[in-house]
């Protein structure tokens, strides 16, 4: 099935780690040219040696929060090699588990740099271009506590996703007469870097709350985010779509 992706010039951002490499690799599998973006060189090579057709990708190491070096590496890409049609947004940091009352300015700004500033920053300078061209499609990757807050003390990267997926919403009515589309995942316990961490004891409340039963996978959403930066998808915007297993429906 062809999915209208094929020749398009992707970016993900988050490249380097668990959901935004599932991202990249299938938007490859399916003919994308795609740029993997990321702070993390080390993780970009890492997910650039997965991917079937390394001749259709490029690394770029770039730091999302600093919105002039975002402006410039945009521009860099659409000189040298054309406007981008799909843009993922999997860039992501977790916050320190932090009781609201003991939380530092510092670390409420380091993950709303990131999370909301940076998902900003890629669709305020891709925007521009996508809407000289009159079409595209971007995925926000969001999460589950940004729909119904965090039980972990995250209310920090709680209130930067919920950000996100207000921001999603925004967009997509914003952009939608540009023929860009704008949605969103709102991802639960996916098995990455993020939750490595978590203990077991979290792990399995989390387990008995789920309905499908199992911690979610990179892949679970990298499928969905094929799905949205497709034609599939053609008449959705402003939708935030969960890959929980139902831990919000439950």
């Known amino acids: 099935m062809d999915l209208g992706i094929t020749g ?4 993900v951002t988050g490249a380097g780690g668990g959901i935004g490499s599932s991202i990249a690799k299938y938007l490859n599998e399916n003919g994308a040219f795609v740029y993997l973006i990321d702070i993390n060189e080390s993780g970009l090579q890492d997910a650039l040696s997965t991917l079937s ?24 890409i659409v000189s040298d090699h054309g ?11 977790a916050g320190l588990n932090t009781p609201i009352f003991e939380l530092k300015e510092e670390e409420f700004n380091r993950i709303m ?21 009159g079409r ?52 639960g316990v996916i098995e990455t870097q993020m939750i490595a961490e978590m203990k077991e004891e979290a792990r399995e409340d989390y387990m008995k709350k789920i309905p499908l ?3 979610g996978y990179p892949d ?11 034609d599939l998808s ?16 439950a």
Do not use: W
């Not at 398009?8 to 970016?11: G, V």
């Not at 053609?234 to 429906?249: L, P, R």
């Open 8 to 11: 398009k010039i992707a970016l």
């Open 213 to 215: 039963q199992r911690i």
């Open 53 to 76: 057709h390394q001749n259709l990708a490029k690394t770029i190491c770039l730091n999302i929060a600093h919105y002039s070096e975002v402006k410039n590496a945009i521009d860099q």
């Open 136 to 187: 595209g499609k971007i995925v926000n990757i969001a999460s589950m506590a940004g729909v119904a807050g965090s039980n972990l003390f995250q209310s920090h990267y709680a209130a930067s996703k919920g950000g996100v997926i207000s921001l999603t919403r925004s967009a997509a009515k914003e952009l939608g007469p540009k023929g860009i589309h704008v949605n969103g995942i709102a991802p």
């Open 220 to 230: 679970d959403v990298g499928k969905v985010a094929l799905f949205l930066s497709s």
């Open 83 to 93: 406007t981008p049609e799909i843009l993922v947004n999997a860039a992501g940091v």
């Open 234 to 249: 053609v008449y959705m915007t402003g939708q935030i779509i969960n890959v929980d297993g139902g831990i919000i429906m």
């Open 113 to 133: 740099s990131v999370n909301l500033n940076g998902t900003f920053n890629m669709i305020r300078h891709v925007s521009a271009h996508m809407a000289e061209l």
